[in-house]
């Protein structure tokens, strides 16, 4: 299974989706049916001139949205953390612009640093673009709150046009705590499971080779929850169980870690 799990994933980067493909195919029928039947309808009225065709032959089979998975649960549980904390300053690295970002702007402000450039006309959102691997980065202004979400799992692997780094997350991390002022907290999310590097997609950490980078850098662990890998949102987690020594069996998982800079 995971082995075609790998094929779907690498077919679906190139273009191709298969379970779309298949989807698009059963569609196919249906639609024809649609057609004719709305054809049929349409001469009959006088209020649009033409029929173009915009066929999506797969989307009657889809769910009304998805609910779960990594993006999904992290975005919304930091988003509230923060409304929760109501920090005068946040200040994001690398999150998803169209799901994290989105949820905090609709509240607040947030400043985001990104590798790429964003071209943003919203007026709750301020952007930098800066590289967070790069030993000349440098933040003046700390700030007392700050996010970094499926991120840091990048860093230095070339994805996003960055520099190739075996230790672009370490630098990143450590850029990362010199944004924040004392007793700031940062929310870090990241894949966790099985510890490997799946090039050039991303890192897979163990918790608790994080929580030494973690410490070395006077973090200290407030909360921590998990996405599981059914999808599922597991909050508020001891990490010195049995399970949390072995990852909670997870093969990619995502952690969410809030972090105290001490």
């Known amino acids: 299974m995971i082995v075609i799990n790998k094929i779907k994933s690498f077919l679906s980067l190139i273009g191709i989706n298969i379970h779309q493909i298949k989807m698009s195919i059963k569609g196919s029928i249906p639609f024809i049916k649609d057609y004719k039947e709305f054809k049929r309808q349409f001469r009959k009225q006088k209020d649009f001139t033409s029929i173009g065709f915009y066929p999506l032959f797969a989307?009657?089979?889809d769910?009304?949205?998805?609910?779960?998975?990594h993006y999904f649960h992290q975005d919304l549980y930091v988003?509230?953390?923060?409304?929760e904390a109501n920090p005068i300053r946040h200040v994001d690295v690398g999150s998803r612009?169209?799901?994290?970002?989105?949820?905090?702007?609709?509240?607040?402000?947030i400043e985001i640093i990104d590798i790429r450039?964003?071209?943003?006309?919203?007026?709750?959102?301020?952007?930098?673009?800066?590289?967070?691997?790069?030993?000349?980065?440098?933040?003046s202004e700390k700030t007392p709150s700050l996010s970094c979400l499926h991120a840091i799992e990048h860093f230095g692997l070339g994805r996003y046009g960055d520099p190739m780094d075996l230790d672009g997350h370490k630098k990143g991390i450590k850029n990362l705590v010199s944004c924040l002022s004392e007793r700031g907290t940062l929310y870090l999310?990241?894949?966790i499971g099985r510890p490997r590097i799946e090039f050039n997609a991303h890192?897979?950490?163990?918790?608790h080779y994080l929580m030494e980078i973690f410490s070395s850098h006077q973090l200290k662990l407030k909360s921590f929850s998990y996405v599981n890998d059914s999808g599922e949102l597991i909050e508020d987690v001891d990490l010195h169980t049995d399970e949390g020594k072995k990852n909670f069996n997870l093969e990619y998982g995502c952690g969410i870690f809030e972090l105290i800079k001490e």
């Open 59 to 61: 989307d009657r089979y």
């Open 63 to 69: 769910s009304a949205g998805v609910a779960s998975g």
């Open 79 to 83: 988003a509230r953390k923060i409304f």
């Open 97 to 109: 612009i169209d799901g994290f970002v989105a949820h905090v702007a609709s509240y607040r402000e």
């Open 117 to 139: 450039n964003i071209i943003s006309k919203s007026k709750n959102i301020k952007f930098m673009q800066a590289d967070l691997m790069s030993d000349q980065f440098h933040f």
């Open 189 to 191: 999310s990241t894949p």
């Open 203 to 207: 890192r897979v950490f163990d918790i």
